[in-house]
């Protein structure tokens, strides 16, 4: 059965470093989203993604986020420089009715 | 305000046993409601996904019931087993920006 991927499965880094966080979404996917998940608290929203644009995004997805569709397969999420506070585990989705997961990445900003 | 309650936090139940989680939500426009099952440090997976019209719903040992005047779903699980130890999350969809409950911790003890 396909799956969502994601890498890495964890990253540290500093505090005011850039990270990308890569997802590969279900081939036939069509619509594309990342989630974040801070420890003891609830999944939230983020960003959906279609046709190759933002269509939809949350409070939190400030200009510090931004994501792209590089190649047709890739789905990245940049951060451009990151806070204490963007520690958490991110996840990717993909959908095309049923919304399926990636495993996440866990990012650590020390 | 969008939201999504969850109830209990937390519940303990020996393998074999039988139990009922809750969710309550005030979202609107109301377009579908799931259940995700989440794995300590993994990707949610969906359980459920049911619509304005739909009362119940069947995965294997999963039901989830769904009452739409009320704003009310139950996720019962019967015959439990260790493997169902996770978090139950409620999860309903205005469109796809989808708003999360914290979920109900189960722990299946044998």
């Known amino acids: 059965e396909p799956e969502v991927t994601q890498t890495p ?3 540290v880094t500093q505090m005011g470093q850039e ?3 890569r997802c590969v979404p279900i081939s036939n996917h069509l619509y594309f989203y990342w989630y974040r998940q801070i420890l003891g608290q609830k999944v939230e929203f983020l960003v959906s ?3 190759n644009e933002i269509s939809e995004k949350s409070e939190i997805f400030d200009d510090q986020f931004s994501v792209e569709r590089p190649d047709g397969s890739n789905f990245t999420l940049k951060i451009r420089s ?3 506070e963007d520690s958490a585990m991110y996840f990717c989705a993909s959908s095309a009715g049923t919304t399926s997961f990636g495993p ?3 990012l650590t900003v020390t | 305000k969008n939201q999504v309650e ?3 936090q937390s519940l303990i139940i020996l ?4 139990c009922t989680l809750q969710c309550n939500y005030t979202v609107s426009p109301f377009s579908n409601l799931r259940w995700y099952k989440q794995d300590t440090g993994r990707g949610p997976v969906s359980l ?3 619509t304005f019209s739909e009362n119940t719903k069947s995965n294997g040992r999963y039901t989830a019931t769904l009452d739409a005047d009320t704003k009310q779903s139950s996720l019962h699980i019967t015959a439990s087993q260790l493997s169902d130890s996770a978090s139950y999350i409620c999860v309903v969809g205005p469109g796809r920006k989808l708003i999360w409950g914290l979920g109900t911790s189960l722990a299946v003890n044998p």
């Open chain 2, 6 to 8: 969850q109830s209990p």
């Open chain 1, 9 to 11: 499965s964890h990253q």
């Open chain 1, 104 to 106: 996440g990445t866990r």
């Open chain 1, 49 to 51: 993604f279609y046709n």
């Open chain 1, 82 to 84: 990151t806070k204490l």
């Open chain 2, 15 to 18: 393998e074999g046993k039988n």
């Open chain 1, 19 to 21: 990270v990308i966080l």
């Open chain 2, 48 to 50: 459920t996904i049911m």
